[in-house]
């Protein structure tokens, strides 16, 4: 995929999330399809972190590259962070401005900036558009797995 196109995908992330929650009944937002899996609520607030997470990582490998980023344990941020009560319209307007700050910033840094990178310790060498690229696909991810947890409520509103 070239830039402007992985730009544009990027900055169409937040209306694909909200087409997709359109198409999904609200009372579901919170059905879990089993005890390991995550309610729709939890996804939409997961997407959020992940966008803070990548946001930092952003602006590190354009300001610092080649420096180390710290993983974090998705699981234990849905946990501890109590993602099952955390409102989701604050969450979903909080990601669209995030995407916006970023995708101004990608607009305007210089072409060099692309070959910067940041270390990260399980997962090696991330260039920026590297990263971009997985921060683009991370919504389409979710959006499968909301659909996923909606067909299952609907197999499960049957039994």
Known sequence: MELQELLASYFEGYDD??????DIPIELWDFK?????WSIREIIIHLLDS???????FRKIIAESGSTVTPYDQDSWAKNLNYSVQSIDTSLELFKYLRLINF???KDIPEKS????IMH????????????QETTEHVGVHINQMKRNYENWQKFKKN
């Open 104 to 106: 101004t910033l990608f």
């Open 121 to 132: 310790p399980e997962r090696g060498k991330i260039s920026l558009f590297e990263l971009l």
């Open 33 to 37: 399809p089993g005890p390991d899996k």
């Open 114 to 117: 692309w070959n910067s990178f």
């Open 17 to 22: 999330l909200q087409d997709a929650l359109r």
């Open 51 to 57: 966008e803070v997470n990548s946001y930092v990582r």
